[in-house]
Each structure stands twice: as structure tokens, then as C-alpha cells.
């Protein structure tokens, strides 16, 4: 029985595996982190046309039946790809993963902490939707401004639902995710970039001014302070951020 709570909906298309695995344009050299190999589909694939691929799998159940049937080249590891640290895994190169919906946002920010070429994750459409929005888009959001700040990301196509067990309710996406060597723009301070953009994304519908004046003082000379979020661009974000951290620090 498939454990919803964990997010499995089992891809059941070869030719889907296929395409996710040629994205990665794997290589003999490289080395592969899959989280979440399920019952192996994307894994045996990958594991025929990359040096190494290491495979985080949270169901030890899962883990006894890959176990038998996967190639030794693949190194299975039981644990939650959320707690372990990746530090302690061999180096990787490139990340793929049909990810569990449920920790898409926490394990994709995890692995913009580590250095990696490029990833090719499987998303819900929407949320896939959420990454690459831009500003004046509904789907422009909190998520929009971190990924495009920290990534090159693009939808490489939507696969059906039809095409995992059990049928998940929605679409999804398969994203490809390139680190930035640098930053499209510089935020004097990151964190509090991040936390402006998350406060100012809490309140979406509101003028800029209502949101900043009930934290900060001397708003005058600022830029945007009748728009809402929602309209600036993560740059003009940026620069609201880099002018509030000035004022204050
Ligand atoms: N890769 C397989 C496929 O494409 O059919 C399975 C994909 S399924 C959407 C997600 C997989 O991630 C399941 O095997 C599930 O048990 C596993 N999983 C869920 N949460 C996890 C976590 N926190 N760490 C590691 N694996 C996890």
C-alpha cells in the first residue's frame, strides 16, 4: 500500500523516467543524488548511465525490496532527506528526484545550500507554477523571489497525473534548477532580505507603506511605498531591502 502521507505516488511511465533522466544529460563522471527512489523507476535508469547514484529513501519497507534488485553502483541510504546532512554523503554533482510533494519547499532551499551543478525534480504543477512566476503574475509569491534569486529555473514540461499510482489530485512539473555562480543583484544582507520578502508576502493585498510602518520608522524617502509586493520585480524587492537595512543598521 502506497503511503500517501509520505507522498508516494509512484511514477508508472518508462518514457517519463526516461525524458527525467536524459534532462540530468548524465555523464560516466557523474555522481547522483536521487531522494526518495520509491520503487527504483527513475533509479535503475540513471544508475546505467552515471558513475554513482546515492539514493535517500525515508521507508525502510522500500528500501528491503530496492535492496535486491538495484545495480551496485547505487549506494541506498534509509533516512529522512530532510534531517540527514548532506555533508556526510559522498560529493554529488547533480540532483533528480520525483520529489514527495509534501517537503517540496524545505528539501529544495536544503539543496541551495550545497554546491551542485543542476537538478531535475518533479513537482506539483502549481508549485512549479509558484517558482518561476514573475512579478504581476498570481502565482508570483515568497517562493518566485528566493528560487529566481538563487537559481536559473525552468518548467521543461508537465507530465499528466495519469502517469503516477495511486492518481495524485494534480499535474506536475518537471523543473530544472541551475545554481547562480552569483546573485542577479546584491542584497546587503541576505536574511534580511528574506525576511522582508517573506513579511511583505504575508500580506500580499497591501500597500508596502501599511506593512512597513507598523515595524519601521523614517519610511519618507523610500521607494514603492504605494505599491504592493506583488508589482516589484525581486530587484526593486532588493532595493526597498538594502535602503530598510541601511536606515536601520
Ligand atoms: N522515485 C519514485 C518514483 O518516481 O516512482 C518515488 C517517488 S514518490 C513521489 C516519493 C518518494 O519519496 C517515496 O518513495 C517516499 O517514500 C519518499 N520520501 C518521502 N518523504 C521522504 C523524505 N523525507 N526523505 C526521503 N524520502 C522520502
Redesign the pocket.
Known amino acids: 500500500m502506497a503511503?500517501k502521507k509520505?507522498?508516494?505516488?509512484?511514477?508508472?511511465d518508462k518514457q517519463v523516467?526516461e525524458r527525467e533522466v536524459d534532462y540530468v544529460n548524465p555523464s560516466e563522471e557523474d555522481i547522483v543524488l536521487?531522494?526518495?527512489?520509491?520503487?527504483?523507476?527513475?533509479?535503475k535508469l540513471l544508475a546505467k548511465k552515471v558513475k554513482k547514484v546515492i539514493a535517500?529513501?525515508?521507508?525502510s519497507q522500500?528500501i528491503n525490496n530496492l535492496e535486491s534488485t538495484l545495480p551496485d553502483n547505487v549506494t541506498l541510504i534509509n533516512?529522512?532527506?530532510?534531517k540527514i546532512d548532506f555533508k556526510s554523503l559522498p560529493a554529488f554533482n547533480k540532483i533528480v528526484?520525483?520529489?514527495?510533494?509534501?517537503?517540496s519547499s524545505p528539501?529544495t532551499f536544503k539543496f541551495l545550500k550545497y554546491p551542485f551543478s543542476k537538478a531535475v525534480l518533479?513537482y506539483q504543477k502549481d508549485f512549479a507554477k509558484r517558482m518561476v512566476a514573475c512579478s504581476g503574475s498570481k502565482d508570483y509569491s515568497r517562493l518566485s523571489v528566493g528560487i529566481y534569486y538563487k537559481t536559473h529555473c525552468r518548467i521543461l514540461e508537465t507530465v499528466s497525473k495519469e502517469f503516477?499510482f495511486p492518481i495524485p489530485k494534480v499535474d506536475s512539473s518537471i523543473v530544472e534548477l541551475i545554481p547562480r555562480e552569483n546573485p542577479p543583484f546584491k542584497a546587503l544582507n541576505e536574511q534580511f532580505f528574506f525576511d522582508i520578502t517573506k513579511k511583505l508576502f504575508g500580506h500580499r493585498r497591501k500597500k508596502i507603506k501599511n506593512i512597513l510602518e507598523d515595524v519601521y520608522s523614517k519610511l519618507e524617502n523610500l521607494p514603492y511605498l504605494d505599491k504592493r509586493v506583488e508589482e516589484l520585480t525581486p530587484e526593486q524587492i532588493g532595493e526597498l531591502s538594502n535602503l530598510l537595512f541601511k536606515i536601520n543598521h
Not at 536521487?34 to 533509479?43: F, L, R, S
Request: glycine share 10%; net charge negative.
Open positions: 503511503k509520505i507522498g508516494q505516488n509512484f511514477l508508472i523516467a536521487e531522494i526518495g527512489p520509491g520503487k527504483g523507476i527513475i533509479t535517500i529513501e525515508i521507508d522500500l533516512a529522512d532527506a530532510l528526484s520525483n520529489l514527495p510533494f509534501q517537503i528539501i518533479i503516477f
